[in-house]
């Protein structure tokens, strides 16, 4: 069966701190999906990435990377020199057929 | 473009009352989502639509309904509701399904009382 964990429930980190977010995934498919969205505290969701399954290349946008390694199952999402303003819930979400399953989210707060 | 747009942005309902939640996309997707996010907790697919005259169940669909009707239109209906139904409503559109990310709106914060 489909399946995202996000074991991380809450994280708390201090400005300028590197975090990593885990994400790990269970399918049956051999091609795949996978996401990250970011919901801030004003509640809208925002898309990140997107990978498919045969790209196993590490991802870098910024401050933001993406490391994604099949032999373990995992999509995670490391956040560099964190900032305030990454204060959010941050959801992994795997594809489905017609659809996407989402993880139960982490929710990252970055203190000053 | 607009995106996805969702009316109402908040709404309070008695309990047993009905009402559409509306959902217009103007992307030309033909996937189409209801999902549900109860406070402090993630996101629950209620019912999705892969096209026009197509829906079907997602994870939590009692006490909703669904039409779609047109490409750009996907309302949900709340019939009876019950203060388990409050919650935060977000729709979302994508273009193929599971091979793309999906778009979302900007939800209505709902209030069964």
């Known amino acids: 069966a489909q399946k995202v964990t996000q074991a991380q429930t809450e994280i708390s980190v201090v400005e300028k701190e590197d975090v990593t977010l885990d994400c790990v995934y269970e399918t049956r498919d051999t091609t795949y999906y996978l996401f990250w969205y970011k919901q801030p505290p004003s509640g809208e969701l925002v898309f990140l990435i997107r990978?498919?399954?045969?790209?196993?290349q590490n991802e870098i946008s910024g401050r933001y990377s993406w490391n994604f390694q099949k032999s373990t199952s995992s999509f995670n999402f490391t956040i560099t020199a964190s900032q305030v303003v990454d204060s959010a819930v941050y959801f992994c979400a795997l594809s489905d057929t017609d659809k996407l399953i989402f993880g139960t989210g982490t929710r990252l707060q970055v203190f000053p | 473009n607009a995106g996805v747009t969702q009316t109402p942005k908040f709404r309070i309902l008695k309990i047993g009352q009905s009402m559409t939640l509306q959902c217009t996309q103007d992307m030309n997707h033909n996937y189409m989502y209801w999902y549900r996010q109860d406070p402090g907790m993630g996101l629950k697919l209620i019912y999705y639509s892969v096209g026009a005259g197509i829906t079907d169940k997602g994870e939590v669909p009692n006490g909703y309904n669904v039409s779609r009707s047109t490409t750009e239109d996907f309302p949900l209906r709340l019939e009876l509701a019950a203060p388990s139904q409050t919650s935060v409503y977000f729709c979302?559109?994508?273009?193929?399904?599971?091979?793309?990310?999906?778009?979302f709106g900007p939800g209505t914060r709902l209030t069964v009382l």
């Open positions: 990978r498919n399954s045969f790209d196993e």
């Open positions: 979302a559109s994508s273009w193929a399904g599971e091979y793309n990310e999906q778009f």
